[in-house]
Nanobody, 120 residues
Framework: QVQLVESGGGLVQPGGSLRLSCAASGSIFSINGMGWHRQAPGKQRELVAAITSGGSTNYADSVKGRFTISRDNAKNTVYLQMNSLIPEDTAVYYC??????????????WGQGTQVTVSS
């Protein structure tokens, strides 16, 4: 079994910054892609940013230049640095990881979500 635990959400004023973390633990052999997604009230969940095991990244157009995704493979952790936050970034943020478990099978695991609210 594998668990993803997110942290770092909260309330921030427009123009502020937050850093989200997501740590994976359990029966992990290796982790391939990792990503951050978000879901605002009344909207579908959308991909925010993704990163491969080799460090290649991909971003939604709405966050390019403001958000940075990174990972620490030794800690099985992915981060999302969010700068210049705007009210439209308000959402529940979820991380996911494509985990190869000890049986060498790959599964897509998700975190429980962390609330980010951008408001004055």
């Amino acid at each position: 079994q594998v668990q993803l635990v997110e942290s770092g959400g909260g309330l921030v004023q427009p123009g502020g910054s937050l850093r989200l973390s997501c740590a994976a633990s359990g029966s992990i052999f290796s982790i391939n892609g990792m990503g951050w997604h978000r879901q605002a009230p009344g909207k579908q969940r959308e991909l925010v940013a993704a990163i491969t095991s080799g460090g290649s990244t991909n971003y939604a157009d709405s966050v390019k230049g403001r958000f940075t995704i990174s990972r620490d493979n030794a800690k099985n952790t992915v981060y999302l640095q969010m700068n210049s936050l705007i009210p439209e970034d308000t959402a529940v943020y979820y991380c996911n990881a494509l985990v190869v478990v000890t049986s060498r099978r790959e599964y897509d695991y998700w975190g429980q979500g962390t609330q980010v609210t951008v408001s004055s």
